[in-house]
C-alpha cells in the first residue's frame, strides 16, 4: 500500500514538510518535468544521460503534486522515494505502476557503479513509463487543481 505525504511526513527525519500549497512551484515543477522527459528522448546525448533526464522527469512531476498537497520535499535521505511515493499514492498509481518508475530510481543509484551501462530496450520502456506517468499526473491536475495550475501561469 502506498503512503501519502500526511504518513510519510510522520515517520521520524522525513523528508517531508507541510507548506502551503504552491501553485508557482508546482506549475515549474510539471513544466521541468515536461522539458526532462523531451530531454530524455533525445538520441543525440548518451544512453545514461538520457535515462537520467527520465528519472528526473518523475522526481519533478512528484515534486509538482507535492506541491499541489501543501508539502515541500527537503534533500534529507529518502526524498526521492518519499517524492514518489507520496506522488504516486496522491494520484491513484498502481502499485505495479509505482514499482515500474521506482526501478527507475534504482537505475539512478546503480549507475555510480563502475563499468553500469544502461541498454537500449530499458531506455525505451523507461520513457515510455515515464510518459505514462506525466499524463497521470496532467490528468490528476485537470481534474484536482484546475485553478492552482491557473493560477501559477500568472504572471
Known amino acids: 500500500m502506498l503512503r501519502s505525504f500526511q504518513a510519510l511526513a510522520s515517520e521520524p527525519d522525513a ?15 510539471l513544466q521541468s518535468a515536461q522539458v526532462k522527459l523531451t530531454d530524455a528522448q533525445q538520441t543525440a546525448v548518451s544512453s545514461g544521460t538520457r535515462m537520467d533526464a527520465a528519472w ?3 522526481l519533478m512531476a512528484s515534486l509538482a503534486v507535492a506541491a499541489a498537497q501543501g508539502w515541500r520535499i527537503t534533500s534529507d535521505k529518502g526524498h526521492h522515494a518519499a517524492a514518489l511515493e507520496g506522488a504516486a499514492q496522491a494520484v491513484s498509481l498502481s502499485v505495479m505502476a ?17 563499468g ?4 537500449s530496450v530499458e531506455l ?12 497521470t499526473v496532467a490528468n490528476w491536475f485537470a481534474e484536482h487543481h484546475a485553478k492552482l495550475l491557473t493560477r501559477g501561469l500568472q504572471p
Do not use: G, H, M
Open 15 to 29: 523528508p517531508v514538510k507541510p507548506q502551503a500549497s504552491n501553485a508557482k512551484d508546482a506549475v515549474a515543477w
Open 56 to 58: 528526473d522527469a518523475v
Open 98 to 114: 509505482f514499482d515500474e518508475l521506482d526501478t527507475l530510481r534504482d537505475w539512478r543509484n546503480r549507475k555510480y557503479r563502475a
Open 116 to 119: 553500469f551501462q544502461v541498454d
Open 124 to 135: 525505451a520502456e523507461a520513457i515510455e513509463l515515464v510518459a505514462s506517468f506525466l499524463k
